[in-house]
């Protein structure tokens, strides 16, 4: 049963790159087009929230950050508590490598970061921005350079990139909260605890559960803490029992129903919104600046590094297993596409700069993808490779995984 979920999910998150790759070129295009202030200025138009007496006034690249990108990180919050009870995270054999290989995943790019940028002019605040990896775009370059290659190494990407993510939220959680306003923070953590409640009620209706998870939202993001943490912590409430024998859990059903909206939708307008850069910022002074190259360099060589070396030393020192039927080229195919950071690299690198440095927003966005573009190319072509090989031998997978594996 877990494991039909677990293709479900690589199904829609895979399929789901061709959109954000569509919406990202057309964010440049647009750009870059006779139409370049109309898009700008879209992003950057003043929106106001009101509830009661709380009224918030943010840009649309704001909101799309704050608001959607919560629902993002409620489906993630969703996948994780699933897998840790029920899916691949559950299992303490096979959560080893992938966890491993995530934590070699953060601190290398993190380093590689930091040797650009400790010198004079750079900015040290920037290294969260390379240690992240964007599920859709790496599975989606997955499922296309390597179709017929061991399904284990699907499993072993989506929980190394669940890892990440969590990690990810633990960074966004700690790093970039300032000015905490204690009232509605309280406010946010009653909410949270009148969920939990309603997740005892077998019955709770599911509209309670998405009022009180908006009340959560908006408290949240009135006490100055990222948004984003508010949809992981309602996520965590959401019950993953089944209310009559044979039926499928709320956490299962939301799962299932928010996943299209999210990786077709949300993601999709995120990348829009976020991706679009200027060509008259391509000078050299931007491209070679230390935070471009920074965060390229995070991405494409301390990410492999870090992914591919923690795994090895893990399996060399029985610590962990290969994934099943997969050989080393396979496992460093997926460590290279572990640094297509691309959509989380790139939220995580506005939270990381001031909105109001245009410099620097622009540098990471480079150097964001361009050290996915290199993965993604290099991950792909040696997974092609791979998948060549095994296509002369004859040891290509075909269909659904075998029941042993």
Not at 150 to 168: E, N, S, V, W
Request: hydrophobic share 55%; charged share 15%.
């Amino acid at each position: 049963m877990s494991r039909k979920i677990t293709l479900d999910f690589l199904k829609t998150e895979a399929a789901s790159g061709i959109f954000l790759a569509l919406a990202a070129a057309l964010a440049i295009l647009l750009a870059n087009s006779p139409w370049s202030a109309s898009y700008f200025g879209l992003i950057k138009h003043p929106l106001t929230f009101q509830v009661g007496d709380i009224e918030i006034t943010k840009t649309v690249l704001k909101w799309i950050k704050d608001g959607l990108m919560t629902i993002f990180f409620f489906v993630v919050g969703l996948e994780i508590k699933y897998e840790i009870l029920r899916g691949e995270l559950s299992n303490p054999r096979k959560l080893a490598l992938p966890v491993l290989g995530a934590l070699g995943g953060m601190v290398a790019p993190a380093l590689v970061y930091l040797a650009f940028n400790m010198g004079p002019g750079g900015a040290v605040e920037g290294w969260p921005a390379p240690v992240a990896t964007d599920i859709a775009f790496a599975l989606a370059a997955l499922a296309i350079a390597g179709p017929r290659l061991p399904p284990a190494l699907r499993t072993f990407l989506l929980t190394l990139a669940i890892a990440d993510d969590l990690g990810a939220v633990v960074l966004i959680a700690t790093l970039f909260t300032e000015h905490i306003d204690l009232l509605a923070l309280t406010g946010a953590g009653v909410m949270l605890g009148a969920m939990a409640l309603a997740a005892r009620w077998r019955q709770a209706p599911y509209l309670l559960f998405a009022v009180l998870a908006f009340l959560v939202w908006a408290f949240t993001l009135e006490s100055g803490v990222n948004a984003s943490i508010a949809g992981v912590a309602a996520a965590m409430t959401i019950p993953i029992e089944p209310r009559r024998p044979g039926e499928r859990g709320m956490l299962k059903q939301m799962m299932d129903g928010l996943h299209p909206y999210v990786a077709y939708g949300i993601m999709p307008v995120f990348a829009f919104a976020a991706a679009g850069f200027s060509f008259s910022d391509l000078s050299a002074d931007n491209l070679l600046s230390p935070i471009a190259l920074g965060v390229a360099a995070g991405l494409f060589v301390g990410k492999q590094i870090g992914v591919f070396g923690a795994s090895a030393l893990a399996i060399r020192l029985g610590l962990a297993r290969r994934p099943t039927d997969a050989n080393w080229a396979e496992l460093y195919g997926c460590a290279l596409l572990c640094g297509v950071g691309f959509t989380m690299s790139l939220f995580i690198g506005a939270l990381a700069f001031d909105s109001e440095d245009p410099t620097a927003q622009s540098a990471v966005r480079l150097g964001v993808i361009g050290g996915s573009v290199l993965s993604a190319a290099v991950g792909m072509a040696v997974l092609a490779w791979s998948q060549r090989v095994r296509d002369r031998l004859g040891t290509s997978f075909t269909g659904p995984p075998p029941s042993g594996h």
